[in-house]
């Protein structure tokens, strides 16, 4: 089955210790997208690839930083985790910006 | 300010009662989306609804969309523990983003 997948499911860094999480798709989707979800609250995006171009949410910190090597893969860094940066983190794909989004099952991240 | 306005925030009912969610706006939309997420899990896409008026039933579930498209809701009839989640409601706004409502919390009990 065509599908998003995320790796790891569950990441436990220390504070300021760099961190890398992955998501892959197998959909040839154009658009892949990272969201921030805390708890019950709805997912905030923080960026997205549309083919190699980058795009950057206005007040996405400067921590955040991402990378897509190719169609399929996409990475979010967080170069010095804060407290404040345990969350959910939600990969999604699209056709294209005007298409629906598929998200992947997440990364739950947890700074000590 | 939200630009997707969902009520009721928690909802908590018995197996077997029936629940509507509401997702409201002053704007307008070319479609809407409602997913529902899991705890621990991605949302997942439930349906699109694209048409003003337009009604979509996914087994015990009902969506509509109003007829000025800016409001949508969500039915679910004799409901069950496996449909306890987070329902959110999404839209496209001017520019490609999607904007997600605050979410629905709902709890079936057995």
């Known amino acids: 089955d065509a599908m998003v997948i995320q790796n790891p499911r569950y990441q436990v860094t220390q504070f300021g210790k760099p961190v890398t999480l992955s998501c892959s798709q197998t959909?040839?989707?154009?658009?892949m997208y990272w969201y921030q979800q805390k708890s019950s609250q709805a997912p905030k995006l923080l960026f997205h690839?549309?083919?190699?171009?980058?795009?950057n949410e206005a007040d996405t910190p400067d921590n955040f930083q991402s990378r897509r090597p190719n169609t399929s893969f996409c990475f979010l860094d967080i170069r010095s985790p804060g407290l404040g940066d345990a969350a959910m983190y939600l990969c999604?794909?699209?056709?294209?910006?005007?298409?629906?989004?598929?998200f992947g099952p997440g990364t739950r991240l947890t700074v000590t | 300010t939200q630009l997707l306005e969902q009520s009721p925030q928690f909802l908590s009912i018995q197996e077997g009662e029936n629940l509507t969610v509401y997702c409201n706006s002053s704007?307008?939309?070319?479609?809407l989306q409602w997913y529902r997420q899991e705890p621990g899990e991605g949302p997942v896409l439930l349906v699109t609804?694209?048409?003003?008026?337009e009604v979509k039933k996914l087994k015990r579930l009902t969506f509509q969309f109003g007829d000025a498209r800016k409001d949508s809701s969500l039915h679910i009839t004799a409901a069950q523990p496996g449909d306890t989640g987070l329902y959110l409601c999404?839209?496209?706004?001017?520019?490609?983003?999607?904007?997600f409502g605050a979410g629905t919390t709902v709890t079936v009990r057995a």
């Open positions: 999404a839209a496209r706004s001017n520019d490609y983003k999607l904007s």
């Open positions: 609804v694209v048409t003003g008026g």
């Open positions: 690839y549309y083919d190699k171009d980058f795009n």
């Open positions: 959909l040839n989707h154009n658009v």
């Open positions: 999604a794909t699209s056709r294209d910006r005007v298409h629906e989004q598929y």
């Open positions: 704007s307008v939309f070319s479609s």
